[in-house]
């Protein structure tokens, strides 16, 4: 990390005092208003006719939550330091997002789910009014959903200048045409608008050949050629969608921030989405360490209960050391985001974007392992939690890019510092050392 | 591995002379009628009504080639060493797994899929007249299939002395009661009988509590509660199934070799199985690595082929040196058997057991890495091989068990040995050390 | 960690306001008085005729730095939360103890180097006034230095339980018998006094078998058999050295705290030692990655500098996200101490001690083969950092003791909780899983 | 590997039958000639006056058994397939290797130490008459001894073509000028002759610049800076010298071969080095393997023997695997060099030279943690041991290039093959997938 820049209160990583009272809000709500309807929102959805759709009574099931969290004062609390909304930190917001990372509907009855709130953040720090009256207004309202469409089949998306997809200005409308995969969220009918990451300056220096259009789904040639399947789930009615856009038009007006600004916009986009990613791979690490002492109290082989067993005791230390260790990354990463600004901080959540996936995924594998065959089956949650922590690996750019990008600072930190030779010379024993 | 027995004969790896010419005709019939079948196979398959049968003509489709290794002389040859089939001795038999192991119909169009083959092997061996002319006559003829009923959902049957399903005598029927899962094959319509572990003597000694029975699928009482999916997958019509045993009546003479013996035959067991298996394994991972190489080679990010990319080239070195080194091991495990016989042999096969899938699991999980979010998705089958070797870990026992075994036998023959202070006392490099 | 006892401020690190200006004039004083003596101290040393004492001069220049520090008020602050010193936390003493960390004779001349300052906190705590006046006080006022003697040669010490040195009460004094090595510091001329766990009450349970006794090292019967290397290097004059104690005799009143108490002073001792290694290990670790990119930047091979081959760039990331994560860890740890006290914080001392050392070693190691064979010469002190933490992975314990503390209050806590089974039941996809 | 060549022959790993015998001998002569006199030959070196030559007697206790080597037969057979010498196989010599691995001075007793060999092998393969009077007659009687100039101290000699030490013809003479350093053997006062890699044609085309020369270690401007120490150790006399060119002068006709194929000549020299390093890896690591359970069986710890805690079984059991896995592959890479030839096999050599000192290393590591504190002294050879492996990953290139090497070889293989669609395109589970 970039470490110049360490003022000591970034080593402050309490909740906020007056943050408190709304994560004791969200832990009641979530207990009395979301737990309850769980269970039945799922089994609503099993016998559904279309996998592509809600079954009838899921989304009233749901409004009832959303209502109760509107009328606590519980809505739209995401944007960070934000005059929208609570105005929350990134760091409060990451304790918050600990707690929503328990139940798989809190975030949508509190109106925080991702894709959504990244788009809404775009949305409200870029918009035009008219923009914003048109689709940040429906989504603050939770009254439509959204995607966000930037990785391409066709290229290495994993470096965005690859990116593809074409937008060129015909009169007054931008004509797209070009295929994008893994759209998270356009499966689901609600879904109503996408930003699309496009190129529309090919000439233009490197960084700023893209923009990033408003596309309405509806709009005419946009197709949805079908879902990718990660280990086989559909993850349908949201889904992860292929999209192909044919000759897709949208009015000039659609384009946000300007042409050529499209890499601008997803610097602002790092917002709370990384965060509250790691922050619910931590606790999806957690939850699979309680299963593995679960289990492994609950059973004997060989006269001995399975936690006594070989390596399983250290399993468990390396485990919760590494998931304390991870979480402190994490509340420090917000907590840069809020003193140092996202530009700064932006090595710190390539840090623990590239370790908590990994990491987490580890650890619930190693829960597998002590579970025996069952706890790959359907029996236990295990392998569902296994596939999530994979995928997060690609969300968002793989690990290898978030690695990069921690290494290239660090080198360039120490290029620029003026005591190179001082910091490598002299041993912790005390003597100098005089290589060649 | 216990080296006390290491005759030279044991480091010579190469197939047989007279093997070479069955390889061959392996290899030209699943190039002639196996490969060429087998999309339209699975088509056929796919949009079948019941997903716990085959769809009209598939089982047909199959029979053509069946009838070809069978009129080529390619049948049943898979039994090691026997007076059944070709003799073909265990490490023959590894060369041939590797290549059965490239079309997913191959094993079972020379008759030669698991786990038919181990309960065949169990039937040739200690069957009586009777028992052999009811069930192993059709599985040799390929008219019906079989399963083999082992693994308890509610003990650790890691720990096969936790078996706990009940087998006692009335009269002249065995009434067998408990619960079983992930019977492999069991929901194959073709399978119709279970070789099945039950404890017959909770008072014996330890090794002789357990029994092996015939258990037709059919008998009253036998019922398939349902499918134990891995990471979701039902592996339908074959499927791993849950079943439970509520006072199934079986005649007295469905007992294999006697009461009390359940152990011994688990150890003729051993046979193929577990080479067949790594040798699979070795097979998945190596078609890991070329799809790995595929995938680098053929993008392009920042610049430059993703091959040639961070760690990526250090990530293929190590696939291949280590899958070299497996294979050698899997064909030393199999001479092994061969030239020591199961019994002393058995420590290289829980070594290679121990060995195998979890670092082929590995491979194909850095070959997802590098296809990026496509490499979870249907359109690769990385997802799919990668749960296949992830559940191995746990077929046959778990890897810890395995471990146990190589680590027992590692620790005893230095017990044993004589030399164990001169083997400890003197430095590589001369000098005599002096410890308390 | 047993998280049951979490209160807010605990994730508070920063330094306090009030040691600030400490820390300062700590920093201060090193670049001042310490850093331009560090190599002529050495070089004095390095030609002396007795390796086990310290060359003419040597001593005098560390007294002038020694005489500066009291001067400033820098001395003896060290003791957390005491009444002598500067009452420092453990949280504010563990920033300052990573500028110790990096100069050897730092310590030294604040009088705080291990294992004085855990003997001086022992002391002080439960010294008799005639122990204080004996021992504490030139301790305090650093005209002897100490050594505590613990590790035993013929038992496997890593359970303190099997301790046998015996000490047995005859008349008026405690004969003690036995043997210990790797006793730090006991080389030292200026040693005067040695803290010894000793076996008194065989019969006792178990827990209060064990006492500590203060040896004067000049006591008649204590036999310095030699010095311990640790990769061939004895530390001189330093040195851990190997004793016999043979019939020793010292004064009943040596004994402290009284007979059978020895495992509660042990747990007083755990003070600001583990902390103090542990940051020093960061340093290393920070220094390690400096030079592994210094050497990495300067070279070019293939065409490409060092840096950009293979997988460099992602070491270097992975080194800096897990010596930030160690950093937090071992502030947090400091932090429990501070607001839980030592017995809760026990665990999290327990988990960085089990965490860094072992990371930063392979840190170090990397770095090594980064700069080729150099790296391993007297060119560069990285094998000699590498040694510092190797042996750090056995001090106050191996590993796996403390790996094995974590692990069994993590079990315990999971034991304790009232909610395990909603814990373990509820998947995060939301469903619930009703394994048998 | 590149598979394209693998004849059958290549998994005969057994000994030859006519070298059984000689096996017999040295290990023989090994026990009866060469045991009896190590520790004496130790002890005799440990006063000695100048530790950069031999004490008193030392030679001539040497002289004994290599007189009865000699006498035996078992003198210079180390040359592969070649006339001088038995004309052993690499592969037989590997069997060889693994016993003269197991006492440091067996090798030198039967003239077949490094560097000694290498350097003799190219003598005798490009040598020219009067070069192999002067100096291949002399290493063959073991009269002189012989150093191998490559690796530079300002360069990252990892990379050949970085070799910079420069060879300028002056009329009938070569005049060198550059820095040397881990010269091995260099420091011996037997060594005589030093082939040296130098720069003779910077303007040629990448692969001709370099040639080598045979320089005198006695001639004019050879300067021994000192010795480059390992992890502190010299390893006098027989050292790894830091060493100066300064204008040193040398005939014409010392070049080899002639002016530009140093590379050509580094490829024969692959000979029987590496195969012979990491047969005695594999020896170390065996060994190291033996003394972890040797302590682990002898101590006990909270009521248990040591091998029963944690994870030591599992440890013991991976050591063991890798160990017969690494074997394999050392036989097999010598049997590729025998079957395929050097150039073919030296994908081979790679890999096993990547993949046994790190493992060996990791090994070592492992007996020490279980050894306690006392495994890293001098009570233990282990952490000689280690830096033994440790040193050996860069010797003759570090893994890095190794790896290298391998996949680089990989990806060529793939590229050239005419499959590799349909190696890539079906699934193990029969369908076909279409990727983008």
Same mark, same amino acid.
């Given at each position: ?221 946009? @197709?949805?050629?079908?879902? /990718?399947? !990660?280990? %086989?789930?559909?993850? &349908? ?5 292929? $999209? =192909? ?86 509340? @420090?990463?917000?907590?840069? /985001?809020? !003193?140092? %600004?996202?530009?700064? &901080? ?5 840090? $623990? =974007? ?83």
């Amino acid at each position: 990390m970039s470490m110049a820049k360490h003022p000591p209160e970034l080593n402050d990583l309490r909740m906020s005092e007056k943050a408190r009272p709304l994560l004791d809000a969200v832990v009641k709500h979530i207990t009395e208003n979301v737990d309850p309807i769980t269970e039945e929102y799922y089994r609503l959805g099993e016998g559904r006719a279309d996998r592509w759709s809600h079954a009838p009574g899921q989304l009233e099931l749901l409004q009832t939550a959303k209502d109760k969290a509107r009328a606590n004062g519980l809505w739209n609390f995401f944007l960070p330091n934000a005059e929208t909304g609570e105005g929350l930190s990134n760091l409060d917001y990451a304790y918050i997002a600990a707690e929503l990372g328990k139940n798989p509907l809190a975030s949508e009855t509190l109106n925080c789910s991702a894709p959504d709130t990244g788009n809404m953040e775009v949305l409200e720090r870029v918009g035009t009014p008219e923009q914003k009256e048109k689709w940040l207004k429906p989504l603050l309202n939770g009254e439509i959903r959204s995607a966000y469409a930037m990785t391409e089949p066709n290229v290495a998306s994993s470096d965005a200048k690859n990116i593809s997809t074409s937008a060129v200005l015909e009169g007054d409308e931008w004509v797209i045409n070009g295929e994008k995969f893994y759209i998270s969220g356009a499966g689901d009918p609600r879904c109503k608008i996408m930003i699309t990451m496009v190129k529309t300056s090919p000439e233009a220096e490197t960084f700023k050949q893209q923009s990033q259009i408003l596309v309405p789904i509806d709009a005419e040639g946009v @197709k949805i050629l079908g879902p /990718m399947r !990660v280990f %086989g789930h559909d993850d &349908a009615p949201h889904g992860h969608m292929h $999209i =192909k856009f044919d000759n897709v038009r949208v009015p000039k007006e659609n384009i946000l921030l300007g042409e050529g600004r499209g890499f601008e916009i997803s610097q602002l986009r790092l917002g709370p989405g990384r965060i509250h990613h790691c922050m619910r791979s931590i606790g999806a690490a957690d939850k699979a360490l309680d299963m593995l002492i679960d289990r492994a109290i609950s059973r004997k082989a060989f006269g001995k209960r399975i936690v006594d067993l070989g390596k399983n005791m250290e399993t468990i230390s390396r485990a919760r050391i590494d998931i304390e260790a991870m979480r402190m990354m994490v509340l @420090k990463a917000a907590r840069a /985001m809020d !003193v140092l %600004g996202n530009k700064e &901080a932006r090595i710190w959540v390539s840090a $623990i =974007k590239a370790m908590v996936p990994e990491r987490a995924a580890q650890i619930i594998d190693q829960a597998m392992q002590v579970h025996g065959a069952a706890g790959l089956s359907q029996w236990f949650p295990l392998a569902e939690m296994y596939v999530g922590q994979r995928t997060l690996r690609f969300a968002d750019g793989p690990d290898e890019v978030h690695h990069n990008v921690v290494a290239r600072a660090e080198v360039k930190s120490y290029e620029d510092s003026n005591d190179r030779k001082s910091r490598v010379r002299t041993s912790t024993g005390g003597r100098m050392f005089e290589g060649p």
